[in-house]
């Protein structure tokens, strides 16, 4: 079955940066894009970037652009984002979603269980 | 400030029927963008619930339905179930094919 499976709970201090993988299984990873949402404690869902696993094109979230990085390794299935700078707001659930594109944009049909970061001194 | 407005809560008793609206602008579901419905049951990460405005995945329940009109969304839920007790999020995106969230919608079950 199709599944995305992401890496451990990560503890960040401010100004540091952590890396979050996620795994692809279960169908051919370059055919469709991996899409990074995340959700502060109590809110609502924020997306952060999209990256296409067939060319590695990416469209990040205006207010993330210099800090994020989004990767793929095909050899491996897996798809990867990096956050720089880290700040207390950047605490949240972090979760990868396969994107299904559909008339030019795309739907989110398969997520991961979510990363937690906690950003603290 | 979500640029998609969604109630923060909904709420009914089992069997009854309760929408969810999301209202953009002409720069994202005016524009002609899909919109796209997620569950989020508490602890759980998301999981879709509708698609390209009306279209439920495989396994999701008929209870659920999802129309567009004009800049605004809505999803339907009928048959109320105590299981159906969850937030819910509308998305969709703006010129520059950046995907925008509703602020979403808790929904209740009486």
């Known amino acids: 079955q199709v599944q995305l499976v992401q890496s451990g709970a990560e503890v960040k201090k401010p100004g540091a940066s952590v890396k979050v993988s996620c795994k692809a299984s279960g169908y051919t990873f370059t055919t469709f894009g991996i899409t990074w949402v995340r959700q502060a404690p109590g809110q609502g869902l924020e997306w952060m970037g999209w990256i296409s696993a067939y060319n590695r094109n990416t469209n990040y979230a205006q207010k993330l652009q210099g800090r994020v990085t989004m990767t793929t390794d095909t050899s491996t299935s897996t798809a990867y984002m990096e956050l720089r700078s880290l700040r207390s707001g950047d605490t949240a659930v972090y979760y990868c979603?396969?994107?299904?594109?559909?008339?030019?944009?795309?739907?989110?049909?398969?997520w991961g269980k979510g990363t937690t970061v906690t950003v603290s001194s | 400030q979500s640029v998609l407005t969604q109630p923060p809560s909904v709420s009914g008793a089992p069997g009854q029927r309760v929408t969810i609206s999301c209202t953009g602008s002409s720069s994202n579901i005016g524009a002609g963008y899909d919109v796209h419905w997620y569950q989020q049951l508490p602890g759980t990460a998301p999981k879709l619930l509708i698609y390209?405005?009306?279209n439920r995945p495989s396994g999701v329940p008929d209870r659920f339905s999802g129309s567009k009109s004009g800049t605004s969304a809505s999803l339907a839920i009928t048959g109320l179930q105590a299981e159906d007790e969850a937030d819910y999020y509308c998305?969709?995106?703006?010129?520059?094919?950046?995907?925008?969230f509703g602020g979403g919608t808790k929904l209740t079950v009486l």
């Open positions: 390209g405005n009306s």
């Open positions: 979603a396969r994107g299904v594109t559909l008339r030019g944009n795309y739907y989110m049909d398969v």
């Open positions: 998305q969709s995106y703006d010129s520059s094919l950046s995907a925008l």
